[in-house]
């Protein structure tokens, strides 16, 4: 199992990028997928999951608040995949930010990680 991520750069405050994240390996559509994030000195924290809701068929959206309304997180089921919209982007923004994969909820812990794609906001 692998989840290999990509799209992280240097953006000015302001800016926009999008991060992807491509798992491998075995199917990853039920399970919950997200993001988190370690800036320099500090402990890896939240920002955006995605978890399965089983019948009903889709994938509910939570944001950490200091995301909400800036960051944007998509799912395809079917590729495996998992994206990061990211605009109105902040210097503290910056930091190393990963991607994971979790049977249950990522935010409560995750049994894949990807290794992490850099993302750098300047002012």
């Known amino acids: 199992v692998q989840l290999q991520a990509s799209g992280g750069g240097s953006v000015q405050a302001g800016g926009s990028l999008t991060l992807s994240c491509a798992a491998s390996?075995?199917?990853?559509?039920?399970?919950?997928m997200g993001w988190f994030r370690q800036a320099p000195g500090k402990e890896r924290e939240f920002v955006a999951a995605t978890t399965w809701s089983g019948l009903r068929l889709y994938y509910t959206a939570y944001y950490s608040d200091s995301v909400k309304g800036r960051f944007t997180i998509s799912r395809d089921g079917v590729k495996n995949t998992v994206d990061l919209q990211m605009n109105s982007l902040k210097p503290e923004d910056t930091a190393v930010y990963y991607c994971?994969?979790?049977?249950?909820?990522?935010?409560?812990?995750?049994?894949?990680w990807g290794q992490g794609t850099q993302v750098t906001v300047s002012s």
């Open positions: 390996g075995r199917s990853f559509s039920t399970y919950s």
């Open positions: 994971a994969a979790d049977p249950n909820d990522v935010r409560t812990g995750s049994e894949y």
